[in-house]
């Protein structure tokens, strides 16, 4: 079992950036693979970035491709998404999930076990 805690959400200008961080406790975090995903009110959950269990192999969602980076310490537990570049399209409520199955990672929500409560991320025009 794995409890995932997401931070670093809020209200930024266009251009900004801001930091999200995906803590987690339980089971050794090194084991999964991770992603982050994001949904606006009545629309789908949509995939932004996934990490796998070593960190050596990435991928992006072409909407974010150049603007995020998805990073993890494993000693730490804790999974990263640096946000550069925001737009308003970005406004959304972020979360992370993890994977012990796909530890290469996956850009698909269904493959994930564990979920986090989200944190939300609006940018402003």
């Known amino acids: 079992q794995v409890q995932l805690v997401e931070s670093g959400g809020g209200l930024v200008q266009a251009g900004g950036s801001l930091r999200l961080s995906c803590a987690a406790s339980g089971r050794p975090f090194r084991d999964y693979g991770v992603a982050w995903f994001r949904q606006t009110p009545g629309k789908e959950r949509e995939f932004v970035a996934t990490i796998s269990w070593s960190a050596d192999f990435t991928v992006y969602a072409d909407s974010v491709k150049g603007r995020f980076t998805i990073s993890r310490d494993n000693a730490r537990n804790t999974v990263y998404l640096q946000m550069n570049s925001l737009k308003p399209g970005d406004t959304a409520a972020y979360y992370c999930?993890?994977?012990?199955?796909?530890?290469?990672?996956?850009?698909?929500?269904?493959?994930?076990?564990?979920w986090g409560q989200g944190t939300q991320v609006t940018v402003s025009s």
């Open positions: 999930a993890a994977s012990s199955s796909e530890t290469y990672g996956s850009t698909r929500s269904n493959s994930y076990d564990y």
